[in-house]
């Protein structure tokens, strides 16, 4: 069975600086590892994905995400935060097994400080 | 090329009641997969529909059924409404290529009262 641990339920960061949000995964194939933001009162939206190929993955709104096969880890980075980025962020993981079951991790509410 | 489209947007219910909550699939999409959010918590696979079957269940009872239809859109019902069916529904589609990359819509928000 696959599942996602999110680490932090809550994070916060000034506007400007670093944010990393962690996610670990458990799989027993080769992963398909997603993160969705959702924004309140709205339906999540992609941010970036990994499939196959490069491990370092880009994404929308200057968020990327390393695929770490040793560590099993997918964690989120953006070098610069900005108060647009305030949201909750899923982490995911994809289940290849006959249909396409998504399993989601329970989520970081990302806080941006002014 | 319309996005994915959920109603009602909200909708209140008492125990023991019946919802059917709808859902249009973006254009080109032949898979829809329904979700239950919970408050505070990540969306919980209910179940997949593929070219109008049933093609995968989470854990959830027989009270929850669907449907397809042969223009993708789907529906999902619930039976004798509880308390605890209270969450954000959330419906996704997708091409079926195996990527597992979805495309949700807004929602429909329950309350059981």
């Known amino acids: 069975a696959q599942s996602v641990t999110q680490l932090g339920s809550h994070v916060s960061v000034s506007e400007g600086a670093l944010v990393l949000l962690r996610c670990n995964y458990s799989?027993?194939?080769?992963?398909?590892l997603f993160w969705y933001v959702q924004y309140p009162n709205q339906g999540l939206q992609l941010l970036l994905k990994?499939?196959?190929?490069?491990?370092l993955v880009k994404g929308i709104n200057g968020f990327e995400a390393e695929f770490k096969k040793s560590e099993t880890s997918f964690h989120l980075t953006k070098p610069s935060a900005h108060m647009s980025d305030a949201a909750e962020y899923f982490c995911a993981v994809s289940d290849l097994g006959g249909y396409q079951k998504v399993t989601f991790g329970t989520g970081t509410k990302l806080q941006v400080i002014p | 090329e319309t996005g994915v489209t959920q109603s009602p947007t909200h909708l209140i219910k008492t125990r023991g009641q019946q919802v059917t909550l709808r859902c249009s699939s973006q254009s080109g999409h032949n898979t829809v997969s329904w979700y239950q959010q919970a408050l505070g918590q990540g969306p919980q696979f209910i179940f997949q529909y593929y070219r109008e079957e049933e093609n995968g269940r989470g854990n959830f009872p027989p009270r929850f059924s669907g449907l397809q239809f042969p223009n993708y859109s789907s529906e999902l019902n619930v039976n004798a409404l509880e308390l605890d069916d209270s969450a954000l529904y959330l419906c996704?589609?997708?091409?079926?290529?195996?990527?597992?990359?979805?495309?949700f819509g807004e929602g429909s928000r329950l309350t059981v009262l």
């Open positions: 799989s027993s194939v080769p992963p398909y």
């Open positions: 996704a589609s997708s091409t079926g290529s195996g990527t597992g990359e979805l495309f």
């Open positions: 990994y499939t196959t190929g490069a491990t």
